[in-house]
C-alpha cells in the first residue's frame, strides 16, 4: 500500500471523505460503488467495484469466440479497464484503463463504427495506436451503462462494417442481459 498523507476523521454518521485528489487519480465519481474489504491487521481497503467485473471469466470466454468468427481483435471492457481481450493484442490492452474519449462514449451511450483517420474515431487506450478500425457498442444493464464491447481491426485487414456493428451489439446486449440475471 502506498502511503497518500492524508487523514481523515469519521464523521458522526459513520462517513469518511475520500479526498479529491485520490477520487480524481483512481476516477471514482459520485454515485460510484466502492467494495469494503477487511484483513487481519484491522486495515479497511476500498476497491472501485465493477459489476461487469464479476463476469470476467465468462466475458473472456465469448470474447475467444467473437474473435474467432469474425477475425478481429475483440476488447469488453468495464468502465474503467480492459477486462477481457482475444484475437490478439492481449499484452497490449488487458488490464490496461480505457481512454478518457472511450469512457466519455460510454457514459454517453454511444455508439460508434470508424476507421483511422474519420472524426469519430477515438483512442481507446492511453497507449495504443496500432488499431486501424473499430467498432465500440456499450454494455448497458439496467438502464446503467457498465462498459463496452470493442471489435478492433489491425492495419491490412478488412474495414468493420454492418456485420461487426451487429455482433458488436448482440454481445452488449447479451452480456447486460447476462448480468441482470
Known amino acids: 500500500m502506498k502511503a497518500t498523507g492524508i487523514v481523515r476523521r469519521i464523521d458522526d454518521l459513520g462517513r469518511v471523505v475520500v479526498p479529491k485528489e485520490i477520487r480524481r487519480t483512481l476516477r471514482i465519481r459520485e454515485g460510484d460503488p466502492l467494495e469494503i474489504f477487511t484483513d487481519r491487521e484491522g486495515e479497511i481497503i476500498l476497491k472501485k467495484y465493477s459489476p461487469i467485473g464479476e463476469l470476467s471469466i465468462f466475458a473472456k470466454q465469448y470474447a475467444e469466440a467473437m474473435a474467432q468468427t469474425t477475425g478481429h481483435v475483440v476488447a469488453i471492457a468495464d ?15 488487458l ?10 462514449l460510454m457514459t454517453e451511450r454511444e455508439t460508434v463504427i470508424a476507421n483511422k483517420g474519420d472524426k469519430n474515431f477515438v483512442s481507446i487506450s492511453y497507449d495504443e495506436e496500432e488499431y486501424t478500425g473499430q467498432v465500440i457498442v456499450p454494455i448497458i444493464c439496467e438502464g446503467d451503462v457498465i462498459g463496452a464491447v470493442l471489435l478492433l481491426t489491425r492495419e491490412g485487414k478488412q474495414r468493420p462494417g454492418d456485420m461487426e456493428l451487429k455482433i458488436a451489439q448482440t454481445a452488449a446486449s447479451f452480456l447486460g442481459r447476462q448480468m441482470e440475471s
Open 79 to 93: 468502465r474503467d479497464q480492459f477486462i477481457a481481450v482475444a484475437g490478439g493484442g492481449k499484452k497490449d490492452l
Open 95 to 104: 488490464a490496461k484503463p480505457v481512454s478518457r474519449e472511450l469512457e466519455h
